[in-house]
């Protein structure tokens, strides 16, 4: 058998550089580059071996270790997960800057590739730098913080590890049913270290990526179960994005004119206009939907984990008859809410569920009517929230609402924490399956920006806008650098309100009084209270690279959006809206969302909380 002498890290990068994907007969390169910041624990390993590699390893410079995985996980949505990238760090706090990422990955079921350095494995010095020791283990080190947050985890303690380590790696990451965060830990000595690989490690590998067909009995239980509903109700999740489903969904639709209402992670499987199409669902969704779902007899799930958004804190689904019918590619989503399950690729079941309830098949023309009146009022709804005086500054729907009027389906817009996700959820018109990217499995402040330039790697020439509010702006701006370095001409919208909106708004609801969410300075009774606090959004952002408009009005910011959408470089359109102890404007909440209010307070506004959440608590139920 021929060999080929490399060290570990060497190996490892040819290795990845001949890994395929292949779904519907389409081949996509597996790992398409790999990010990194080098410090002792992975430049002479890692960083050697992706120098040597040239091309075959396109290497990405990063500014912030959870910011790369961000990127990596807005490339790998973007792309299907049929593509992901790689992240590489030192040992020590570069490989724990990994968890937060490494956590978004893994409960938004996208992959991506850690390899963080690690302690020497033969242990010269012991400890060595940015070691942690723990007295009672040995074995232990920082990078064992990335096991509950990845799908699958190794340390490669010997260079013939690396074989079965890296094939159950790219086995994981290729599998739609436990797809996440992959971490393979690599002591900085082992990976400089030499061996005789086998010319078969690198050998070009594709990973089929299977469309599991449901099982016969449960599908026919599955078409009796809709032949018996009178109120049906369609919830997609981010499964049919993931599965390209979305020609089978609207056919289903069409055919049985069943009303879809998508989660955050579904919204755009159908266009807005589309007929059956109610809008997004839960605590942050459209009247029309959650209307529908608390009458609703039956309760499709396609690709959805039924998070507690969706379900309104188990309060959403008052029909005492309602049963639920789950389509997904993992038993553990599928099973849950009690449902009927069948365990599939999202398009293989609703393609096969489509023809086993044949063209008769179709909701009674009442119903039909009843969603599309109920929809058409909430689009009198949504525009009532975007209208706005051209000379006045906006609110922050309004700022939707002029970005909406610019952007056609080749836009993409990205957003994950704050209030914008659930103006998001209850606004936006969303043109094209791909469009609305809000990550809302872990809704992680700081991932909009890094993300962007991941979903402007893999969607070159599109227009991405990453839509951030200044809490969120300051957690991660950094990547602004890396845009700039990499000439990727995202698009980023800073909305100024002077704190966190979205938590003042929560706190007001739940008695804390907007406590601690507002950006001021401290007042004399020790409270943040005082004048705003003079920071400049727009000069910092500047600072980094961006190409930065101002705007003050709704006129400035029709025209410095335009501008941004035809620039070639990074650019930013800085806009101030309402304060943070100001409402946003849009529709309020249409379902409850459990946050426990203190059961004994001594202030009033907790008091009237907790009587409040008492009444609304009432209404949960278990679906059994």
């Known amino acids: 058998m021929s060999t080929r002498r490399l060290t570990v890290a060497q190996a490892l990068v040819a290795f990845l550089s001949r890994q395929y994907t292949e779904r519907d ?5 597996l790992i398409n580059a790999t990010w990194g910041i080098f410090g002792h624990g992975n430049v002479a390993g890692l960083g050697q071996a992706l120098l040597e590699s040239g091309p075959e390893m396109p290497y990405i410079q990063g500014r912030n270790e959870q910011a790369m995985v961000h990127a990596a996980v807005g490339y790998a949505r973007q792309s299907r997960r049929l593509s992901a990238q790689a992240v590489t760090t030192s040992i020590g706090p570069g490989a724990t800057n990994l968890v937060t990422g490494a956590a978004l990955a893994t409960i938004n079921r996208l992959p991506v590739l850690l390899l963080p350095g690690d302690v020497f494995a033969t242990r010269p010095a012991d400890p060595v730098l940015q070691q942690l020791e723990v007295p009672y283990a040995g074995d232990v080190s920082v990078n064992d913080a990335l096991r509950p947050v990845s799908r699958f985890f190794d340390r490669v303690m010997r260079p013939e590890a690396l074989i079965p380590a890296a094939l159950q790696a790219m086995r994981v990451l290729a599998d739609p049913a436990e797809t996440g965060a992959v971490t393979l830990a690599l002591p900085q000595d082992v990976q400089a270290e030499a061996y005789d690989w086998p010319e078969d490690f690198f050998a070009e590998r594709v990973w089929q990526v299977s469309r599991p067909r449901p099982d016969l009995t449960a599908l026919d239980a599955a ?20 599965s390209e489903a979305e020609g089978a969904l609207r056919a289903f ?15 755009g499987s159908l266009p807005y206009d589309h007929p059956a199409d109610v809008g997004g669902i839960g605590h942050t969704g459209t009247a029309t939907a959650d209307e529908l779902a608390c009458t609703a007899d039956l309760v499709i799930g396609v690709g959805t984990r039924w ?92 700022v939707l609402g002029v970005l909406d009027a610019l952007v056609t389906e080749d836009d993409i817009v990205i957003n994950a924490a704050g209030s914008l996700p659930g103006d998001l959820h ?69 909305l100024q309100n002077h704190g966190y909106a979205s938590i003042g708004g929560l706190s007001e ?12 300075h401290r007042a004399p009774d020790g409270t943040y209270t005082g004048a705003p606090l003079p920071v400049d959004l727009a000069a910092n952002a500047a600072a980094l690279g961006l190409r ?77």
């Open 253 to 267: 639709a069409d055919a049985t004119r069943i009303p879809v209402a998508s989660t955050q992670a579904g919204k």
């Open 509 to 520: 609801s739940v008695g804390s009084e907007r406590f601690g969410t507002a950006y001021r």
């Open 426 to 494: 209850k606004l936006w018109r969303a043109r094209s399956a791909d469009q609305y990217h809000v990550e809302y499995g872990y809704s992680c402040m700081g991932y909009e920006i890094p993300a962007a330039i991941g979903v402007g790697m893999a969607a070159p020439g599109r227009p991405v806008w990453a839509l951030v509010g200044d809490g969120t702006y300051l957690m991660n701006p950094t990547e602004i650098v890396t845009a700039v370095q990499e000439n990727i001409p995202i698009k980023v919208i800073i």
């Open 307 to 398: 998070s507690d958004f969706t379900t309104a804190s188990s309060t959403l689904f008052q029909n005492p008859s309602v049963r639920f019918l789950n389509i997904n590619i993992t038993s553990f989503d599928a099973h849950k809410m009690a449902g009927l399950s069948l365990v599939a690729d999202a398009r293989a079941a609703l393609e096969e569920l489509t023809g086993a309830l044949g063209p008769g098949f179709r909701v009674e023309p009442a119903y039909e009517t009843e969603y599309a009146d109920d929809k058409e009022r909430w689009e009198h709804r949504v525009d009532a929230s975007y209208e706005g005086d051209d000379d006045t500054r906006p609110t922050q729907p309004q």
């Open 548 to 624: 930065v408009i101002r705007a003050k009005t709704v006129r400035d910011l029709r025209e410095a959006l335009a501008e941004a959408r035809a620039a070639d470089v990074p650019t930013g359109v800085y806009i101030e809206t309402e304060t943070a102890d100001t409402v946003s404007g849009a529709p309020p909440a249409q379902a409850w969302w459990d946050v426990p209010v203190a059961a004994t307070a001594t202030r009033p506004s907790a008091v009237k909380a907790r009587e409040e959440y008492d009444r609304q608590v009432a209404a949960r139920r278990r679906h059994l």
């Open 223 to 242: 078409r009796r179960a809709l032949a018996a509903a009178r109120r049906p109700l369609l919830v997609v999740g981010g499964g049919v994005r993931h």
């Open 25 to 29: 007969g389409r081949r996509t390169r």
